[in-house]
């Protein structure tokens, strides 16, 4: 039988030996009573072990009195009710084995356990990365973002999505957008000390033998699975070579991203709400301990906003409409608004918040704002995009109905300058068999913010990659 955790014990009915392992949150003495709180990161909740030191093993007594915050034990003893507010059951101690002993601040020791009892500041817990999960705050992270991974493989699995693995190394840019990390095993040294400036670089002599780079989406090869299985769903790493030192950007993070045939823009919009939904009630459902955590101590109204997003039907509008709403405003923002802008935060906050009063899906966007494979709108001047709004961050899933018509999208590609060559197996896609077909993607990353409240999109991925940071 495996080791019981913490979790697992909370579920016992008091009167059971046991053994606790875990981690000391805190050591308190009464008299001849030791307190010692441990907690194994398996649930919020920690677990008090009371030692009666009135009597007994004098060993015990040596190693409780060297205990100190961060070290790790093994604990046994007998669950038993507790007489104290708060708490269910407590163990009453009767061995302790400290594993692993965490040194305590002292004046000059560089080699003390750097998470004291004490506040942290996020920053300072940033620096110590590879520690900072044992927090109440990144533990809770911790758990929240296993419980919504497994969640949305709930979610696509329950409805006949097949979830596929796309290329982390790509030759082609998803987006258009030319920010990507570059791929190659040439000697970059040799080259720069050996070619004159500007020369050209000869990729035939490179791994793959053309430019390649790390991947901005799985969307385009996505699609090639979906016009064969009808639908999938990928959920991988994806990386931007952004110059951006924002709190809202990362150049690692993870994005989910089904695809389906036969899906139109209106079948689109409802898996995203139905998407948003199930996921915001299992965090509900599943994470109560932690989130009630983020309520009370990092973002005050997450639940409400969560369980109203759940509650509510999400508002549709065109992105016509939507600007003509937010011009009659106009001088409540700091970047006016006007057709054909790409929507600021301000915009669609203002527009969840205070026009829809809950979340909000933008269609039909204009076309020059958007990527090159969105469906073309009859109109000349829109495409068939979504972005789905939700209230207290703004946009949280962007997507749309590819374009199946294969003169229409090497049209677009060409007032674009984009060389068909790169593309044409996905233009293969068009030519055999096309369908009507949509997707869109969720930033993992985003989605856990919004559920946690933190402020900062370095603090719910374990080990951030951004400008400059590339530590652990």
């Known amino acids: 039988m495996l080791p019981l955790l913490i979790k697992e014990i909370f579920t016992l009915p008091p009167g059971q030996d046991l053994v606790v392992r875990g981690w000391v949150r805190t050591k308190r003495e009464l ?45 046994r003893g007998k669950l038993v009710p507790s007489p104290a507010a708060g708490q269910a059951v407590e163990v009453q101690a009767t061995e302790l084995t400290v594993t692993g002993e965490a040194p305590a ?30 927090t109440n705050t990144f533990g809770a992270v911790a758990r929240v973002r296993n419980r919504m991974a497994f969640a949305v493989h709930e979610f696509f699995q329950a409805r006949s999505f097949q979830y596929i ?31 004159p400036a500007g020369g050209a670089v000869d990729y035939s002599q490179d791994f793959f033998g053309k430019r390649a780079g790390l991947t901005v989406s799985g969307q385009l090869e996505a699609e090639t699975y979906a016009t064969a299985l009808s639908r999938v769903y990928t959920f991988g790493p994806t990386f931007r070579a952004e110059n951006s030192n924002t709190t809202r950007h990362l150049a690692e993070f993870w994005m989910i991203e089904p695809e389906a045939a036969f899906f139109h823009l209106e079948d689109n919009m409802t898996l995203a709400e139905d998407f948003l939904k199930s996921l915001f009630t299992a965090a509900l459902n599943g994470c109560a301990d932690d989130l ?8 005050k109204g997450i639940i409400e906003t969560l369980q109203s ?6 508002t549709r509008i065109s992105y016509t409409n ?4 937010l011009e009659k405003h106009a001088g409540l923002f700091e970047f006016k608004p006007y057709w054909g802008c790409d929507l600021q935060s301000e915009h669609e906050k203002f527009l969840t918040e205070s026009v829809a009063a809950g979340p909000v899906i933008v269609t039909d966007y204009p076309r020059e704002i958007k990527a090159f494979y969105m469906k ?4 000349g001047k829109t ?66 913010q919004y559920i946690t409240g933190m402020a900062n999109i370095r603090d719910v991925i374990p080990y951030p990659r951004a400008v400059g940071q590339a530590e652990f």
């Open 292 to 299: 009630a955590f983020f309520d009370a101590h990092i973002e």
């Open 376 to 379: 073309q709108n009859d109109d």
């Open 105 to 134: 601040e002292a004046s000059g020791d560089t080699s003390a356990y750097p998470l004291q009892k004490k506040r942290h500041s996020l920053e300072f817990l940033r620096e110590i990365a590879h520690l900072r999960p044992r």
């Open 322 to 325: 939507a600007v003509a709403e």
């Open 165 to 195: 693995h796309t290329p982390i190394i790509t030759a082609s840019d998803a987006e258009g957008a030319g920010a990507m990390f570059q791929v190659t095993t040439l000697n970059l040294e040799a080259l720069a000390a050996g070619s």
């Open 383 to 448: 495409v068939r995009a979504m972005d789905v709004l939700v209230p207290r961050l703004g946009e949280i899933i962007g997507g749309s109905e590819r374009e199946e018509n294969l003169e229409r999208l090497e049209g677009r590609m060409a007032e674009l300058g984009m060389n068909k060559a790169d593309y044409s197996w996905y233009l293969d896609l068009r030519r055999y068999g096309t369908v009507p077909h949509s997707g869109f993607g969720l930033g993992f990353e985003r989605l856990i």
């Open 31 to 75: 008299k001849n009573l030791v307190f010692v709180e441990v907690n194994d990161g398996s649930c919020f909740k920690s677990i008090q072990c009371t030692f009666d030191c009135s009597g007994g093993d004098r060993g015990i007594f040596s190693r409780l009195g060297s205990l100190t915050t961060g070290a790790s034990v093994e604990i």
């Open 309 to 314: 997003v759940v509650d509510s039907r999400f």
